[in-house]
């Protein structure tokens, strides 16, 4: 492989999205899976087009999507549902088990 090929090859990220489950499947697959992180159905993950993971990705190419990017977005950060105003309990010291 030329470097000019090697170069186009590594250049930004693979969106991948595991679309199908691993049910009735052999267990390599699930391996060939989780190698480049994808662990449920539905995940999507963002990878480098390494060598490593482009050879997984091709045995997977029945069960996921790809998608090249140039940038992985930012996580989502979502809210808990709700906020601590006060707590009565300054240290986890006052909680007192009770044994029998």
Known sequence: MSTAVAEVVHRGFLKVYLSRGFIGLPEIYRDYAIAI???KR???????????????????????KIEHV?????????SKGF??????????????????
């Not at 480098?48 to 993971?53: A, G, Y």
């Not at 906020?83 to 010291?93: D, G, I």
């Open 42 to 64: 539905g995940q999507t993950i963002y990878c480098r087009p390494t060598p490593r993971n482009i050879g997984n990705i091709l045995k997977l190419k029945h069960l996921i």
């Open 37 to 39: 992180g994808l662990k």
């Open 70 to 78: 140039d940038q992985v977005p930012p996580p989502k950060v979502t």
């Open 83 to 100: 906020f601590v105003q006060n707590t009565y309990l300054q240290n986890a010291s006052q909680f007192k088990l009770r044994t029998k």
